[in-house]
């Protein structure tokens, strides 16, 4: 399971419930990597989507202590929605739309193309565990399409699960209100891939890969 994250300097990744910077090729790696996948997020971040709508083609994990808080306008964003105990009972048919929408990404489909799922999970546990029903999880097809997107709660409760995070770390220094774990400090993780540096309006940012230490 991977995350990926956008931060800056100070490892900030958002403020007042927005993104720090708004960097389009950033964005385009973003839409590139998880489509088709399974995403995992907060509640947070899913209201902080245009629309406060699920991402398109993917299968959008959002946790939330109380589902009631998500209004009809992101429900209304998915062609199927399903609470925790549905998501088990709908297994065959999670796993054939995982399936399919990533065979379709591989092959250059929009994301409207293929299918948006959005699944409450109530429990870091029971999101894993929607996860891994749909991706096959740690028999045969493995987790290398789950993505943890966000925000800071849930990067922080994740961070134990995932072997890789895919980080664009850029040098803007705009006030952060929510932070990303220092990897540098943490004897855990190395840097197994450092992007070249790029620049949009000023910023400058680079994607690196961090790889958790004896993974492969
Ligand atoms: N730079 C980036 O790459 C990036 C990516 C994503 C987000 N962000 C930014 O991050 C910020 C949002 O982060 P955040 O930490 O405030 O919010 P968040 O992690 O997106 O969502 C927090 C919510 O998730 C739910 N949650 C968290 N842990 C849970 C658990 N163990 N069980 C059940 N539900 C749980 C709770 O929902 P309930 O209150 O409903 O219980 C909680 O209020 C925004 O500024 C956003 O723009 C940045």
């Not at 990926?4 to 839409?31: A, H, S, T, W």
């Not at 991706?135 to 493995?142: L, Q, V």
Request: net charge negative.
């Amino acid at each position: 399971m991977k995350i990926i994250v956008n931060i800056n300097k100070e490892r900030g990744i958002g403020c007042d419930g927005e993104l720090l910077v708004n960097i389009p090729e950033d964005m385009k790696y973003f839409r590139k990597t998880t489509s088709g996948g399974v995403v995992i997020m907060g509640r947070k971040t899913l209201l902080s989507f245009p629309g406060q709508k699920p991402l398109k083609g993917r299968i959008n994990i959002v946790l939330t202590s109380d589902p009631s808080r998500i209004d009809s306008e992101s429900r209304d964003g998915a062609d199927l929605c399903l609470g925790e105990a549905e998501a088990l009972r709908e297994a065959e048919r999670l796993k054939n739309i995982y399936l399919s929408n990533l065979d379709k990404a591989a092959k250059g489909a929009k994301a409207s193309e293929m299918e948006t799922v959005l699944i409450f999970a109530g429990t870091k546990e029971a999101a894993l565990k929607e996860a891994y029903m749909i991706s096959g999880g740690d028999d045969g097809m493995g987790d290398s399409h789950v993505f943890v997107i966000g925000g800071a709660s849930i990067y922080d409760l994740f961070l134990d699960c995932c072997d890789t995070c895919l980080i664009t770390e850029n040098d803007a220094d705009y006030k952060a209100d929510r932070f990303f774990p220092d990897l540098k400090a943490d004897g855990g993780w190395e840097l197994a891939e450092k992007g070249e540096t790029k620049e949009h309006e000023g910023i400058h940012y680079s994607f690196d890969i961090y790889k958790r230490r004896g993974s492969d």
